[in-house]
């Protein structure tokens, strides 16, 4: 298939490849046109740089005190692991160099090895359970979407977070809504009125307290430019979609 002769289609299997969400025969036939056709693989390559480019956009973050607890088990771990390993080393040397029946003199640097075997095996514990912890806590994200303007270029990327019951919008483009104007984010549901999930501020990445019902079997989102402060409550959408974009449900 020549999916330079369909530049949309191109878009969106490129932004899906990228985000992870583009999966089993369509991924490889995805992967196989891309080392095929540079126009394709070009499409990838400036999918991924977009994606990996968003993390600048977040705001600085002082990492949490467990952070650097766990490097610091990690880190004794591996000094205690290493301990080990030159003790049965040096052990080994000396026991070779002996005559037979020698060993009893190593008996205490045995013990010391065991001992600090021991203490490797409770920080390797400690730092499991602290990485599934960590791995317990991590976002998930459930539903993704790419919204595009009219000219078919990512603007914006949508995810949503069943844990934290989060919808969270990042910038990808350089639109400006202005100074008197606001960014209103919508569902739009099959056979239904837009519903409202919140207005936009002008940071480039913020987060929207949402419930799975507010994105479940919802196709498409889309964001309207509205007066400054969005439409009231219960009112529909007033001004112009500046954005629009499927919204893909993802496996946790």
Do not use: C
């Amino acid at each position: 298939m020549n999916l330079t002769a369909h530049p949309e289609l191109l878009e969106m299997l490129a932004a899906s490849h990228a985000l992870g969400t583009l999966r089993g025969g369509a991924r490889r036939r995805f992967e196989t046109l891309a080392r095929e056709q540079a126009p394709v693989r070009a499409a990838a390559l400036v999918w991924q740089g977009r994606l990996a480019s968003m993390t600048e956009l977040q705001s600085p973050i002082v990492p949490d005190a467990a952070v650097w607890t766990r490097i610091r088990n990690i880190i004794d771990a591996e000094k205690a692991q290493y301990a080990v390993e030159r003790q049965r080393d040096a052990a080994n040397a000396r026991d070779a160099a002996r005559p037979q029946g020698g060993w009893l003199g190593s008996l205490a640097l045995w013990r010391g090895a065991t001992a600090a075997g021991a203490l490797a095996t409770v920080l390797a514990v400690v730092v499991g359970l602290n990485l599934r912890d960590q791995l317990n806590n991590a976002p998930a994200v459930q539903y993704v979407a790419v919204l595009s303007d009219d000219q078919a270029a990512a603007s914006m990327l949508v995810t949503f977070d069943p844990k934290k019951k989060q919808l969270v919008l990042q910038r990808v483009g350089s639109y400006s809504e202005g100074t008197d104007k606001s960014l209103q984010l919508w569902a739009l549901p099959p056979g239904g009125a837009p519903r409202s999930l919140g207005v936009l501020d002008s940071a480039p990445a913020l987060r929207l307290a949402a419930s799975e019902s507010d994105v479940h079997q919802v196709p498409t989102l889309a964001v309207t430019l509205e007066a400054k402060g969005g439409v009231p409550p219960g009112s529909g959408p007033k001004g112009p979609v500046v954005f629009k974009g499927a919204l893909i449900e993802k496996t946790i």
